[in-house]
């Protein structure tokens, strides 16, 4: 190798260590990943930002903007909650509701499918008195497969169609991946309604009208004088009536923390009562207590009761405005008027001050508040309510949305116009006919999607520019000694799944898809299967729950642990392995 391609090589296997080892946001690595190609000389300065305005970008953008018009309509609310099947059997709600996730992910961000269907979910597992992990695991893996189904379903496909257009002169047409996609929707939905359920973990049943797995929810409260705790030990807390279903896990005095193992404490006036409940026992416990709740981190005040106030369950969606922060630095009731009520994570008792808790990814939060206040502050947050929102879907909105964004489909599909000027174009009718606010534009684009992308092109293109991407498929032909095209197709869609494990699946397409096309040339036949195991196994990162936002979005609801994904996951991949290598050839022949 050339000094030149060692410098490329090494470049992109130090990005992909900072992507596993994720201290670092995605989009940061690749911003930082994209100044050492400069600085080394491997991307040219003028170049260095060309990827932004790479229509592979332009088109995510646009279908992000499409989609968030869409959802924010309500139409796609109100036609889910129709069509789900609220009495039918787990298998049918599981198939019913896959089905329905699929289909809409197809067309919008896999996150924001995900966000319309999980409250139908929950929902239905509260009404059958299950836990909703069953339903919440099939819908992620279903708005995973669902982003195959289409072109334009994730952006890791729109990536390999554009390495496919710079070897080859043309892109893949919208619908060319439809035939893979509906084949693993179709067999991944089976294989879960019928037998895969049964390798996701069952949490215990949640109580009669107690919402999901909602005893590891921590609440805060002030002991006023002349409470009823007073002089009274931990054990002796939870042994009143009044507390039943409560636990006691220590207080705060004078800003030290004393645990509930400390049972020769007696409660005292002032001291800050820390315990777990369901959110409807709060009130209960605090009435029987006479305590006051520490609602706002700021001043230390009581909630705000009385009418039109509500309490709203939300779980924290990936790079929330919230991420990061903490309850005092966000000043949650002078900024938007709600309080913090309690914080779950992961089915575990935080171990800081509600105050001092910083919130992470799949966090499920407690907030009070007034309606409108709500509402402002989940779009502000970016926090995903869980509970089923019942919007009428705005006529107004909805029929420019939709009939825009076919009009796109139409017009990329039919080949009137390149995918990015057709989607652009519907995203700005959608605009200027007031379907989509202008003031909520730039919140519908997923913006460290767009950095990703525009930053880790040109970063993966120094590969093909300095021919090391030649050098390394005629090494792994070398090692592979004459393997035939069906094997290294089956190791190159094995190795972009594990790869997508550790990082994001655009990331993965721009790594991958130049080597992709390097064994193609290498085994002299045609690229397009090889492109499309990219395109399969960067969208189905199933064994983790850090490899897909999806999988991180429900981990709190479904009260899911690190290790839930796994066996699941490997029966999946092993699936799409099954699928798509003998399918892949007969589709895209060699």
Known sequence: MTAEQIEAVSLLAATLILFAWGRFRHDVVAMLSLMAAVALGLVEPDAAFAGFGHPAVITVAAVLVLGYAVAASGVIDAAVQRLMPRDASLSVQVLALGTMGALISSVMNNVGALALIMPVAIAAARKAGQPPSVLLMTVSLATMLGGLLTLIGTPSSLVVSDFRRQALGEGFGLFDITPIGLALVAAGLAFVALVGWRLIPLRSAPVAGELFGMATYVTEAKVKEGSKSIGKAFTELEQMPAVAGAHVMGIVRAGRRIPSTAWWERIQAGDVLVYQTSPENFPRVQEALDLEHLADPETGAAAIAGEGRLLLEAVVRPRAAIEGQTAQELRLRSRYGVDLVAVSRQGEAPSRRLKRFRFAIGDLLLLQGSPQALSTALSALGLLPIAERNLPPSRRRALPAIGFFLAG??????????????????????????????????????????VLIGAMLPVGGTLESTGA???????????????????????????????????SNAATAVLMSPLAIGLSRGLEVQPDAFLMAVALGSACAFLTPIGHQNSTLIMGPGGFRFGDYWRLGVALEFLVVAIGVPLLPLLFPF
């Open 469 to 503: 991407t030649d050098v390394i498929a005629s090494w792994l032909l070398d090692v592979g000694q004459g393997a035939g095209p069906f094997l290294v197709l089956a190791l190159l869609l094995v190795a972009t799944l594990l790869l997508a494990e550790a990082v």
């Open 409 to 450: 489909i139409v017009a990329t599909a039919s080949g009137l116009a390149p995918p990015a000027v057709a989607l652009m174009a519907a995203a700005l009718l959608t605009v200027i006919f007031r379907a989509l606010p202008v003031r909520e534009l730039y919140s519908a684009v997923d913006w460290s999607v767009i």
